[in-house]
């Protein structure tokens, strides 16, 4: 059976939430509450729309905003008339969206597979027991590492703050 899944959309999008928030004035979190008042839906839907651009799931997205899946696919869908046609949505999401890729763009990638591994390998080590594929990508470079389901939580957190740092991603893959 394989499952592949991205384990750290939800810390990028927690991320981007924070940016929003601290960006416009808000309150850390804010963005959850149920209010409709455009000074909390707006960055909200700014925060929602950036999160698509960055590939991250309608699912995470509408978890971390608690509300439900399919207003993040209608928030994706008005994207390009809001853009046009909203002078303060664009101002917001422009704001906020020069800022997360500024700061995306400042951390630092692996320019090859064996300096990642290697850097890696200092945090964790790879057990004999293939259950567990946790890809890493870095840039334009990328390795795995194999655990066991035992071991699985610990070699994640380590090699999460081994990365913390570094521009990455992580993909987990059940062998």
């Known amino acids: 059976m394989t499952y592949r899944s991205k384990i750290d959309d939800k810390e990028k999008f927690n991320h981007i939430c924070n940016l929003t928030t601290s960006l416009v004035g808000l309150r850390k979190g804010s963005l959850g509450f149920k209010s409709r008042r455009q000074e909390i839906q707006l960055p909200r839907l700014v925060a929602a729309n950036i999160g698509r651009l960055n590939d991250i799931h309608h699912r995470v997205i509408a978890e971390v905003l ?23 949505y664009r101002e917001v999401f422009n704001l906020v969206h020069q800022a997360y890729t500024e ?7 692996f320019q090859d597979n064996k300096a990642l ?9 790879e057990t004999e027991k293939c259950q567990v594929e946790i890809l890493i990508t870095s840039g334009k470079v990328g390795c795995k590492i194999v655990t066991s389901y035992r071991e699985f939580s610990y070699v994640l957190k380590n090699i999460k703050f081994a990365l913390a740092n570094y521009n990455n991603s992580i993909d987990i893959n059940l062998l």
């Open 66 to 88: 608690n509300r439900h899946r399919s207003l993040i696919y209608h928030y994706e869908h008005t994207h390009g008339g809001n853009y046009t046609n909203w002078q303060k």
């Open 103 to 109: 700061i995306e763009t400042a951390k630092p990638s």
């Open 117 to 125: 591994k290697r850097h890696l390998l200092n945090f964790v080590k």
